[in-house]
C-alpha cells in the first residue's frame, strides 16, 4: 500500500515536471523577457546591443535605490547620470561611492541624506557604483 502510494506520487511528479509546456508557461517565458527590458530600459554601452543586463543595473533594480534615483532626473537624491558627470570611473571614485551606498550620508549634494545599506555587500557595492559612472555624458 505505502509503495503505490510512493509509485502514484512520483508518476503525478513527473506529469508536472516532466510534460510539455503549457500555453501558460510559453507566455509567461516571453513575457519575462519583455518585461526586464521594460524595467532597467536599454544599457548605455557604446555602440552594440547588450544582450546581457548589466550586474550593476541588475542589482540596483532589486533594491531600493529607484524609489529615491532616477538614471536622468533629480528625486530624493541626484540623478545616476549627474553623479557619473561628477566623478571620474576609476577604482577610488568607485571605492567611495560603494562605501556611501553602504554608509549612507549627506552633504555633497544638499542636506538630504542618503539612508544607509548595510545588508549590501561591498562587492555588490562596487557592481552598483561602477554601473552609475557608466553613465557618463548620455
Ligand atoms: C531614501 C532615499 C535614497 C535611497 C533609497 C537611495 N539613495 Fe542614493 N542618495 C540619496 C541622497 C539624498 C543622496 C545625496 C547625498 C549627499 O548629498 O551626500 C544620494 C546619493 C547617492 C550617490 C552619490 C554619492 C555621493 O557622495 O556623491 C550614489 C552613487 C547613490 N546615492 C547611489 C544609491 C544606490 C546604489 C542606492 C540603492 C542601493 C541608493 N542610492 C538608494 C538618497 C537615496
Known amino acids: 500500500m505505502k509503495n503505490t502510494c510512493t509509485m502514484l506520487g512520483l508518476g503525478l511528479l513527473l506529469v508536472a515536471c516532466g510534460g510539455e509546456k503549457s500555453e501558460y508557461d510559453k507566455y509567461y517565458e ?3 523577457e519583455a518585461d ?3 524595467i532597467t530600459g536599454p544599457v548605455p554601452q557604446a555602440g552594440g546591443e547588450q544582450v546581457q543586463m548589466d550586474k550593476g543595473a541588475k542589482l540596483i533594480s532589486l533594491s531600493d535605490c ?4 532616477r538614471e536622468n532626473e533629480k528625486l530624493v537624491g541626484p540623478a545616476y547620470v549627474d553623479v557619473a558627470n561628477k566623478y571620474e570611473s576609476n577604482d577610488k571614485n568607485i571605492d567611495y561611492l560603494a562605501g556611501k551606498i553602504i554608509e549612507g550620508g549627506s552633504g555633497v549634494w544638499g542636506e538630504v541624506p542618503m539612508t544607509p545599506h548595510p545588508n549590501i555587500s561591498q562587492e555588490d557595492a562596487r557592481e552598483m557604483a561602477r554601473y552609475i559612472l557608466t553613465l557618463r555624458d548620455q
Open 66 to 69: 529607484l524609489a529615491c534615483h
Open 36 to 38: 526586464t527590458t521594460q
Open 30 to 32: 516571453s513575457d519575462y
